[in-house]
């Protein structure tokens, strides 16, 4: 290919068109979240999907080579932007003037491209930042992925980068393609189609996969984004950027590392209340991490610890490439089961089997359909009709049948979802078969899937389901997989949405208890407590144990056994041994004195045998618990990118043979807790079964969410169990508990933290209003939702109006959907404050709420305040304030601001009161207040 003549101005891309559109349309309406950017705003990140100008630092005609092939790419998708090529060697690039450097660009460009060798990186950046540049793209290798020597010099990458406010994509990336746009800022070529998918990959040859593939199946991207080491720029950036492009309906992500944990959970838990993330994770294989030494920690692998995260924050992770695609698919057209009931209409036995197999074998049932269901449909089918699910209404089956099954079968209100199954046969016409299942395409909350299996002959009734959003596929097992996608992300969004109940918060903790308990040892060099101080220290977090006292001596032993009651428990006191068990510790049943002596002398022996003397202390002496009941094993222990995680599922001695457990992030609320029970086994006993009576499930979700307290107050534990937690339909009893601290030699600001941040309960305090009203100024919560909905039942339409500039229903602002986002915050991103005044005993109500957002992009906030109109113009919107402004700074927010209709005075007034700075706005005729908090107090 030739060049054209040299130019002797900057190459200015003409705008045209975005890349064709994808036939596919992947996800309908958006929901926008309460703090989108308003219109005209730009997001930091903005700057590499629209800029209006490109550096590509490495510009080169060399055959074959990336900076080639990205120079053509930037010229062929025109963007409408500037492009400048940096060759210090060239003076034109592709007849395109080019630059020795960035800064003897004629203008400031927005974004950098660069490709020249790593060692080069760190000065091309601070040549960047120093003009101005607001982005790049580094698309060199050779950086952490090559060792220490290039991990140091990613660091200093991102050392200039951060000193001159530059944000990164990469190094060791393809690029980025906004198809949208039209910028291609890859070498990988042609652009991808226009669509509504964001696809965002840690792999570059996945993502030319993916493109090619794409291209051919008209599926197209909003955003098409090579990661590459996530420097700078990681999940969460992302996640958050395309959660606000309303141009984006779901996002896809194929990772390999997580990167920063609490920025991807904070990011996807916001984004996914609004549109579905699917995530598939390569690595699942990978060898375990060194085991810890409890059950706990040896149960604790990555991978599983990743799919706890995922449910937390609402992510849909599927196992395979094709079934990313298919289920953004799928979630577009069709809506989410309510349930994991599916009911199954085919004209062939064999396919319908392997339907049902497959749903056993993921665990979702098989619909079991109504007596009413049954009649209508023996009225209309056959004699030798299965008379079950799945539904199988015979080889020759009319169209009309089909269409006349289905109808009847979604009707059932025991059916959560339908798959309809055709084998091209005969007696079958397959297209008019799909149009009168087509006429049903739309149930009420219930997706219908359709398995058209075969070639050409049902090719055409496959595009007759297709373009009434009905999804296709060519199997039925593989439709079923998608139906079980489609509720496990019902079910993870729903620990969402859901209310809790009120449990007993971390400040009613015995707190210097516990801080004693763990300094004095710590204090003495130990990592591991006795059982004596492991109990002591449930007992302050209200878990219930069994009464422990410890003996150093045989007589003692006998003196407490005899005043306990028998029969008795003697246990091995130990500061060393991690597990009793191991060295013969654990002696049940003792009914008598004799029994008690002979039993101390048998762990004395054996620990002195396998442990050596100075392993053993004593004994502890408890009474022997007799109840029936259930013994579960309850812990804690630390992963290397999440923090703490907790377990729970069925304990005693053969805990690892069972291997029957749940994993979860803290902190918990019922909810959480109750959703933890659920993934085990042992959930459906502790229901009740074969005539016994359940547990109390409330009581055991309240105790989790007290367990997942103390794991979180006490940084300084790595790891806990509480090994058997007996329960029964009568009590909760902790009969064993084993606590691993971090050693001496970690410091405080060393110690993990966890991945979602728990309650901030240090910014609860009380306060006396005006008019001597005592009051509680705390944190919201996500069990606030009740309160919340009477707060607004007090407001009048005036103070409505000023809060939101224009009249909210009641209905509107006490929906379940709206006020849920409201408690059940992230307190990295936001926060918000209420007021609460106790009325009469155990009656509270909210009298203020007030919260401050951050920005997207940026760790600016926006401020809002409504005070209910029976406690107005008492100083308590003054307070609240005041002590949000207090907030903002102990977070290192640098600005607040908050806009005020102009007849809202008293709100005006009270702003100016704190500090802020009053501007009238000229365009939507508001007034703008504005504090800078970084600047020092008045």
Known sequence: MSADPVRSEPYRSVAGKPAAVGKKSLIPGLDPAHNILRRGERHPLDVFFKPTSVALIGATEAPASVGRAILWNLLSSPFGGTIFPVNPKRSSVLGIKAYPSVTALPEQPDLAVIAVPAQGVPQVIRECASVGVEGAIIISAGFKEAGAPGAELEEQTLEEARRGGLRLIGPNCMGVMSPLTGLNATFASPIALAGNVAFLSQSGALCSAILDWSLSALVGFSAFVSMGSMADVGWGDLIDYLGYDQRTRSIILYMESIGEARSFLSAARQVALSKPIILMKGGRTEAAAKAAASHTGAMTGSDEVLDAALRRCGVLRVNSISALFYMADVLAKQPRPQGPRLAIVTNAGGPGVLATDTLMDLGDELAKLSQQTMEELDRLLPPHWSHSNPVDILGDASAERYGKAVEIVSRDPNCDGMLVVLAPQSMT?????????????????????????GGAQVATGEKVLNRANVPTFPYPDTAVRAFHYMWRYTYNLRGLYETPAMVAHAASRDGEQSDSIIQRARDSGRTLLTEFESKQLLAGYGIPTVPTRTAE???????????????????????????????????????DEAAVRRAYRAIETSVAEKAGREAFLGVTVQPMIRKEGYELILGSS????????LLFGTGGRMVEVFNDHALALPPLNTTLARRMMEQTRIHRALQGIRGQQPVDIAALEQLLVRFSQLVLNEPRIREIDINPLLVSPESLIALDARVLLHGSEVREQDLPRPAIRPYPAQYEGSWTARDGTPLVLRPIRPEDEPLMVRFHQTLSQDSVYRRYFHLVSLDQRVAHDRLIRMCFIDYDREMALVAERQRDIGEKEIVAAGRWIKQPGTDETEMALLVSDAYQ??????ELLRRLIEIARAEKIPRMSAEILPENIDMQHICAKLGFILL????????????NLSEPRQ
């Not at 630390?638 to 995680?645: A, E, M, S, T």
């Open 429 to 453: 016409d397959a297209s008019r078969a799909a149009e009168q299942v087509a006429a049903c395409a739309k149930l009420d909350n219930k997706p219908i899937l359709a398995s058209w299996m």
């Open 873 to 878: 113009h008492r100083g308590i919107g003054t």
């Open 920 to 931: 009238q706005s000229t365009d939507d005729h508001t007034v703008k207040a504005v504090i």
């Open 553 to 591: 001596s045989e007589n003692d032993a006998v003196q407490l056994a005899n005043e306990t009651g028998y029969p008795v428990v003697l246990k091995l006191l130990s500061t060393k041994i991690t597990h009793k068990s191991d060295v013969n510790g654990v002696h049940l049943n003792l009914d």
């Open 638 to 645: 630390l992963d290397p990118q999440f923090g703490p995680v």
